[in-house]
């Protein structure tokens, strides 16, 4: 390879993955408790200077941080999908008409004028409802949308305490 020529891609990555493999090992040291110093000097991974452990270990860590919000955030659309679905299925239920019945027959109800008419079931509708409810709920968990409660302490109270005893009592303390 002449000078000014890039590297073959291969080898390009070849020393990426060795480049990352190093900074995975400092990383593992350093969280065993080993001083930047000490992975400089005698882990065999071929640093030359505490600074480079140093830049390595928080180049890791970063990369595992991110990482670990990629995963977050492809399990949070996950779920956010599975509460979509549900959210679907629940508003279907709460704005259909369901006919009441019992033991496998629908119930009927007779007129004044002598026609018999099926008798509606608003329960499915109020289960659904409340399914509704409990998915948004998720949601606004999930999504970090509800404001943290708002709490005041105050100290203005006086606190008197009364200590009863018999003079004997009070000799033995």
């Known amino acids: 390879m002449g000078r000014g020529a890039a590297p073959a891609?291969?080898?390009?990555?070849?020393?990426r993955a060795a480049r990352a493999e190093?900074?995975?090992?400092?990383?593992?040291?350093?969280?065993?408790?080993?001083?930047?110093?000490k992975i400089y000097r005698e882990s065999g991974l071929g640093y030359g200077s505490r600074q480079t452990v140093f830049r390595d270990v928080k180049a890791a860590l970063l990369q595992k941080s991110r990482e670990q919000d990629a995963s977050a955030e492809i399990k949070?659309?996950?779920e956010l999908a599975l509460l979509d679905e549900a959210l679907v299925v629940a508003h279907r239920i709460m704005n259909a008409e369901?006919?009441?019945?019992?033991?496998?027959?629908?119930?009927k109800r007779e007129l004044e004028d002598g026609t018999d008419v099926e008798v509606i079931d608003n329960g499915p509708n109020l289960a659904a409802?409340?399914?509704?409810?409990?998915?948004?709920?998720?949601?606004?968990?999930l999504l970090g949308l509800d404001a943290p409660a708002k709490t005041e302490v105050t100290g203005?109270?006086?606190?008197?305490y009364k200590i009863e005893a018999s003079p004997d009592e009070l000799e033995q303390l």
């Open 129 to 141: 409802a409340d399914r509704l409810i409990k998915i948004s709920e998720s949601r606004r968990k």
């Open 9 to 15: 891609p291969n080898q390009t990555a070849a020393a």
């Open 76 to 78: 949070r659309a996950r």
């Open 22 to 37: 190093r900074r995975a090992r400092a990383c593992e040291l350093s969280v065993a408790g080993w001083s930047y110093e």
């Open 98 to 107: 369901h006919l009441a019945h019992s033991n496998g027959r629908l119930i």
């Open 156 to 160: 203005d109270s006086t606190v008197t």
